[in-house]
């Protein structure tokens, strides 16, 4: 994905190989933190959308990345390329789910961006990159999707996002002192036009937003086999929304093969 940004010349590039068992153990990790024996549950800012995110940060500990949380929640690791003052490349998706969701749906956003940065991990890299955890992606417990990116693109002010909670439920914004962020600081979330080179995620959904700040999106993948291009366009045609690819891929393994091809 960050192919021609990070390495304009692809001459010397050994990128290391999928690391298809630790691929699954992190999915099956993240899969295990769930409220229901069918599908997994993990709503968004629950006590289990925490342990979840807790483990994952344990387990890829051996990364050496910067961790930083905004106002709201969001997540950034980051590993600094040689040119730190240029912006990062960012990508990412969610860890929380709706009700009897799947366990790749967001989840392989985040273990695959985080199983490419190891197969960069000998690799000097050019310019940053930046995995985000978004907060919030699914609508499941307070009646609004795509929260976190909201709140970080400043389409949106936690009051707005503070009415759509299910009956017997606490708040957004309860919700958000709960998990230690302060809803006062809103504004310290969200980020500049620029301060992001390029932005891909598995789920697309959320480019909508992106794509409204002046953050320039990268819309396009490195594609050097026609079988790979066959794949995206096929899982592209058979997800019931046809902007969330994504969810039709099965294992973020047999995306990165397809894409560091």
Known sequence: IFFLLLFPNEGG???????????????QGLASFTD??????????????KKA?????????????????????????????????????????HLDTVIHGGAYDGMCGVVGALEALYMLQDEELGRSIEVI????????RFGFATMGSKLLTGSAVPEQLNKGAKKGDISFI???????????????????????????????????????RSISLVSYIILRHRHALKFILKAWQTTAAQRRWG???????????????
């Open 36 to 49: 229901s024996e069918e599908g997994v549950t993990r709503l968004a800012y629950s006590p289990l959308d």
């Open 13 to 27: 590039i050994k990128m290391l190989q999928v690391n298809h068992e630790r691929v699954a153990k992190l999915l």
């Open 133 to 140: 955890i978004f907060r919030a992606e699914e609508s499941s």
């Open 53 to 93: 995110q807790s483990w994952l940060l344990e387990q890829v500990q051996d990364l050496h990345l910067q961790i930083r949380t905004d106002a709201v929640g969001n997540v950034f690791l980051r590993r600094d390329g040689k040119q730190q003052l240029l912006p990062p490349v960012a990508t990412g998706s």
């Open 247 to 261: 969810c039709a891929v099965t294992r973020s393994s047999v995306l990165l093969s397809l894409f560091w091809r």
């Open 174 to 212: 309860e919700a958000l002192r709960e998990w230690g962020c302060n809803p006062d600081a809103y504004r310290d979330a969200v980020i500049a036009p620029g301060s992001i080179n390029a932005l891909r995620s598995c789920i697309s959904n959320r480019a909508r937003f992106w794509s409204r």
